[in-house]
């Protein structure tokens, strides 16, 4: 997924661009310089002749007030940002593809125990088929059976769906077409890895989403001060020097030389208030993005308290779970035993199969739900492990 996921491959474009952005602003920061030649031909009293020039023309203004480094600031702010939602991205894939994995393993063992519970209900549908014939039973429990068969055909179509669309999105996570993942899933289940218990106050610094909404906020803060600075008087200076000759070839030598040196003040005195609009955008961009910031940390604690509860509700619930697949395998046993002993009927056997076929699912299930209770905890605590893998794609592409 870390080598074909085309959101990653998106996110790594933006923070191209940004860190792009953000040489654009350095770069109003430093001289500027522009070479320019030209030729001409002029007519006078009936004479005709040639003027050839060359000049450089130098800028540089002064930044007096700021407005040029808070541009600055502000976009490389805005590039640190990207990183991290990068990085951000980078956790987000992880977990998601986690999880769709290990959905489409649950939905394929679940289609297993289903399809056996389909037999099961056949079974059972037959022999109860046999004793009415043999007028041992009642057509109720004859159509209770074929009701039973029915009921446990309505899960394939939908279990098939499940799997299938599980399998699509671990496809599409790693850059694929939807169907080349859609077989070769792998049908082990493990159990779910320990997470160290600390607290919430201290994980979410480790979270990158929130570190590129704290850079956000001071880009923003950057850009209040250059809508402020761009208010105040601009001063530069430039400079003009540059040679002049009647032929092309004698134009390195040409005594002809000209020069200028030019300081430069601008005081805006009437722009129909579009200044002061900028500062008050600005100023309010800045404040929503406090806000979001805010938000984003509240969410972030919020996170990671509720993938906590997910935990201790699944750690709770799995050996229930475990429980109620040993009593239903005692109860196949028995029944079985005295199936084998001539004081049972085999309908009996079928029952407990049934039941224990349905604790299994039970089982799958809650084993499944907290692997995924701790994918989410682990995706809410962030972490650096994309580092590594960053630093090794910036070396390959040369950036």
Do not use: C
Not at 311 to 333: F, H, M, Q, Y
Not at 348 to 368: F, I, K, P, W
């Amino acid at each position: 997924a870390f080598r074909g996921n085309l959101d990653i491959a998106i996110a790594y474009e933006r923070v191209k661009a940004a860190r792009a952005v953000a040489g654009v602003a350095r770069g109003a920061e430093a001289l500027q310089l522009d070479l320019t030649g030209n030729r001409g031909r002029s007519k006078v009293f009936g004479t005709t002749a040639d003027k050839y020039s060359r000049s450089g023309v130098a800028s540089y203004e002064l930044d007096i007030w700021g407005r040029l480094s808070a541009s600055t600031e502000a976009a490389r702010k805005d590039m640190a940002a990207t990183v991290y939602d990068l990085r951000a991205l980078y956790i987000t894939v992880s977990a998601e593809l986690a999880d769709s994995y290990y959905v489409a393993v649950e939905r394929s063992l679940q289609l297993k125990i289903a399809r056996l519970m389909v037999e099961t209900a056949k079974e059972r549908y037959s022999l109860n088929a046999q004793r009415y014939k043999e007028g041992l039973t009642s057509a109720r429990d004859l159509f209770v059976s074929e009701e039973g068969v029915a009921v446990a055909r309505t899960r394939l179509p939908a279990l098939v769906s499940e799997l299938a669309g599980a399998s699509h999105a671990v496809a599409i996570f790693t850059g694929n077409p939807p169907s080349a993942m859609i077989s070769g899933i792998d049908l082990v289940q493990p159990e779910p890895p320990d997470v160290p218990a600390l607290l919430p106050s201290v994980l979410i610094r480790r979270r990158p989403d929130l570190q590129a909404a704290f850079h956000r906020v001071e880009a923003n803060n950057s850009r209040v001060g250059a809508a402020i600075a761009d208010r105040f008087p601009s001063f530069s200076l430039t400079g003009d020097y540059g040679e002049a000759s009647a032929s092309l070839g004698s134009l390195i030598s040409s005594p002809n030389v000209f020069w200028s040196l030019l300081l430069q003040a601008s005081l805006p005195v009437l722009d129909g208030g579009r200044r002061k609009a900028e500062v008050l955008k600005s100023e309010a961009v800045f404040n929503e993005s406090l806000l979001e910031y805010r938000l984003a940390l509240l969410n972030a604690l919020k996170d990671v308290e509720g993938a906590l509860e997910e935990n201790r509700a699944a750690i709770t619930a799995l050996p229930l779970a475990k429980a109620r697949v040993d009593a239903a395998s005692g109860a196949l046993d028995e029944a079985t035993n005295k199936y084998g002993n001539g004081v049972g009927g085999y309908i009996d056997v079928l029952t407990e199969r049934q039941r224990l076929y349905e604790a299994m699912s039970g089982l799958v299930s809650a084993r499944r739900t907290l692997i995924s209770a701790r994918i989410s905890l682990i995706r809410s605590l962030g972490g650096d492990f994309m580092e590594k893998r960053i630093l090794e794609r910036a070396a390959v592409s040369g950036r």
